[in-house]
T-cell receptor, first 115, second 115 residues
């Protein structure tokens, strides 16, 4: 079955520092991958997605992610953290086992930004 | 900005009451989803729909039921609420596209507390 792992349930960075949130997927077929952000008491919002085009994907708010097939990874990065980036981040993959109808989410990573 | 709405945002109710959580979207999306999420935790799919008159149970067993009589409306009902139903419920719709590539749009969620 398809699965998504996110290494580190909680990540803390200093304001202005590099943000790196890790995501690995299990898939024997080309995956379609997503990163979502959730602010407190809100729903999820799409940051970016990979759909078999360019391996480096740029998203909103200065985030980007690189798809690496050899590592089955789709890590999220931002060069310089801002206080407003503090939130919960979820990596997700469309499940080929359900004709891609279902979306499987990772457990999430909580990002804290220290002033 | 996503046009998907959930009401109520917060609900506190006593054990045994029947409740309906409303979800509506104005984007004309066929696929809709209900997720259950405990604070700071991962999302669990409890129901989804391919379109009108189509509903399926998700991966997490739930005592709730759903209906899809109109494309834009996907309500979730609990016939008899219990404290174990206390959680946040997120509704989402999915943008159509090549299989698996469409992103989801999430409502703000309903935080349910059953006393």
């Amino acid at each position: 079955a398809q699965s998504v792992t996110q290494l580190g349930s909680h990540v803390s960075v200093s304001e202005g520092a590099l943000v790196l949130l890790r995501c690995n997927y299990s898939s024997s077929v080309p995956p379609y991958l997503f990163w979502y952000v959730q602010y407190p008491n809100q729903g999820l919002q799409l940051l970016l997605k990979y759909t078999s085009a360019a391996t480096l994907v740029k998203g909103i708010n200065g985030f980007e992610a690189e798809f690496k097939k050899s590592e089955t990874s789709f890590h999220l990065t931002k060069p310089s953290a801002h206080m407003s980036d503090a939130a919960e981040y979820f990596c997700a993959v469309s499940d080929p086992g359900t004709s891609y109808d279902k979306v499987i989410f990772g457990p999430g990573t909580s990002l804290s930004v220290i002033p | 900005e996503a046009d998907i709405y959930q009401t109520p945002r917060y609900l506190v109710i006593g054990t045994g009451k029947k409740i309906t959580l409303e979800c509506s979207q104005t984007m004309g999306h066929d696929k809709m989803y209900w997720y259950q999420q405990d604070p700071g935790m991962e999302l669990h799919l409890i129901h989804y729909s391919y379109g009108v008159n189509s509903t399926e149970k998700g991966d997490l067993s739930s005592e709730s039921t759903v209906s899809r009589i109109r494309t834009e409306h996907f309500p979730l009902t609990l016939e008899s609420a219990r404290p174990s139903h206390t959680s946040q419920y997120l509704c989402a719709s999915r943008k159509p596209g090549l299989a698996g590539t469409g992103e989801q749009f999430f409502g703000p969620g309903t935080r349910l507390t059953v006393l």
